[in-house]
Structure formats: structure tokens, C-alpha cells
């Protein structure tokens, strides 16, 4: 299958890497140089969990999931598709997953709703599946519509906390009773997340660091993965 699924944050590690290269370059006899050094690995680290590492950490949480062919799931800030097609596969013709996206290429390089319509397309996959420009904050969404609702490296994005919070209840909002949310995110939100999904009286099932595949220049930057339960 010909998928095209983007760089996460494309010019961060571009930066990064350009960056560390200048400053080699300068200090070249001197300890500078182990700082050039460092951030080109740490741009070669991030390009490594957006191409590699975040697909291995989906696949095992995805492949530990009991999904029915005729599920009905929704992944919110879709991007190019890569949660929403791993989904995909394990539904049937019966089963259904909405994509949900504003399309910036700031969050991922050349994002758009064609980009990933056509991922979609060239995967094949059996289920019925529609994709829509919407908010995440406000959903187009009745209450209680999804068996499964997932978000990957979203919500760190929304700002201020208050918005981020109502982005949070939307999500717990329209997933069904019994249900499953699945966050992966990044920095120093978790407890945050954690709080609000709590308000909403989801379970926790578990939030935990994800480890190197899901680290962004470093462990200081690291992944983290929140599984919960209405």
C-alpha cells in the first residue's frame, strides 16, 4: 500500500537538526561540538517516533483492543489517517470510524483532508468511513455514538486549558457507555487529562510513559498513553 502519512511538526526537527549542524560546524575543535552533536540526535529522534515510533506504540494498543466488526469509532485530529486505517482493519463491512481534523500543516507536513482521504482508498480497508472538517472542542456529534474513541498527539495543542478541557468532555460525551478512550500525547498533561476524564466518570485503566518510541528529541519530551472506560 502507497500511504503517505506526514512529519509531525515538520520544522522542529528540521531546526533542530539544521541547528546542530551550524553549531558543529563552529565549534568543531572545541566541547561545543557536543552540543551540535546533541541536537542533531535529538532531531533524528524526533523524525524516528513521527515516521516509526508512534506507529509501533498504536499497533500494540490497537492489537490489545477486543474491536467488533461492526464497532463504530472516531478519531479525532485524524491527520493523514495512520490511527484511523490501523482501526480500520479490524472492522467490517457493518462497522463504521468517523475522522475529525482542521487540516494544519503546522501539526503535520502537507495535512489535508485529500491527502488523506486517498490513504484511505489505497488501504482498502472494508468498513464505511467518513472524514469532516470540525473543532474538536464542539463535535458534530449526538451523545453516546462511539464504541471507540481515540486521539494521537492532539491535545496538547489546544490552548488555553480551558479548551482543552471542553475537548476532553466532548470526547467523553459522545463515546458510548462501556466504551474506550485511548489518549497519546506528550509533555506534562497526563494528571491533567487524567483529572478531567475522571469528572466525566470514566475509569482509568491505565496512564503511563510510553518509553523511546515515543520520545521528541529526548526523554524530557516524552509520550505518554491514557486508556479509560465510561
Known amino acids: 500500500m502507497n500511504l ?3 512529519l509531525d511538526a515538520p520544522l522542529v526537527p528540521i531546526l533542530y537538526i539544521i541547528f546542530g549542524i551550524m553549531i558543529t560546524a563552529l565549534n568543531f575543535k572545541s566541547l561545543g561540538i557536543i552540543f551540535g552533536l546533541l541536537m542533531i540526535i535529538a532531531g533524528i529522534i524526533f523524525i524516528h517516533t513521527s515516521l516509526r515510533g508512534k506507529f509501533i506504540i498504536w499497533n500494540r494498543l490497537i492489537g490489545n483492543l477486543n474491536i467488533e466488526p461492526n464497532d463504530k469509532a472516531l478519531d479525532l485530529g485524524c491527520g493523514h489517517g495512520a490511527v484511523l486505517i ?13 475522522g475529525v481534523d482542521l487540516w494544519k500543516n503546522r501539526d503535520q507536513s502537507n495535512n489535508s483532508k485529500m491527502a488523506t482521504q486517498k490513504n484511505i482508498i489505497n488501504s482498502k480497508v472494508r468498513c464505511h468511513t467518513k472524514l469532516l472538517t470540525a473543532d474538536v472542542v464542539k463535535l458534530p456529534f449526538e451523545d453516546n455514538q462511539y464504541n471507540l474513541v481515540t ?3 492532539l491535545f496538547h495543542n489546544i490552548k488555553p486549558k480551558s479548551e482543552r478541557e471542553r475537548a476532553l468532555d466532548e470526547a467523553c460525551r459522545v463515546l458510548k457507555p462501556n466504551g474506550t478512550l485511548i ?5 506534562i498533561l497526563m494528571n491533567e ?3 478531567v476524564l475522571k469528572k466525566n ?4 485503566d491505565f496512564a503511563k510513559r510510553v518509553g523511546f518510541n515515543g520520545w521528541w528529541t529526548g526523554p524530557w519530551m516524552g509520550s505518554y498513553v491514557i486508556k479509560a472506560y465510561k
Not at 183 to 187: F, H
Not at 201 to 204: D, E, V
Request: aromatic share 6%.
Open 86 to 98: 490501523k482501526i480500520a482493519e479490524h472492522l467490517g463491512n457493518d462497522g463504521s470510524i468517523d
Open 201 to 204: 466518570n470514566l475509569k482509568i
Open 183 to 187: 489518549i497519546m500525547d506528550l509533555g
Open 4 to 6: 503517505k502519512y506526514g
Open 151 to 153: 486521539a494521537s498527539l
Open 193 to 195: 487529562y487524567v483529572s
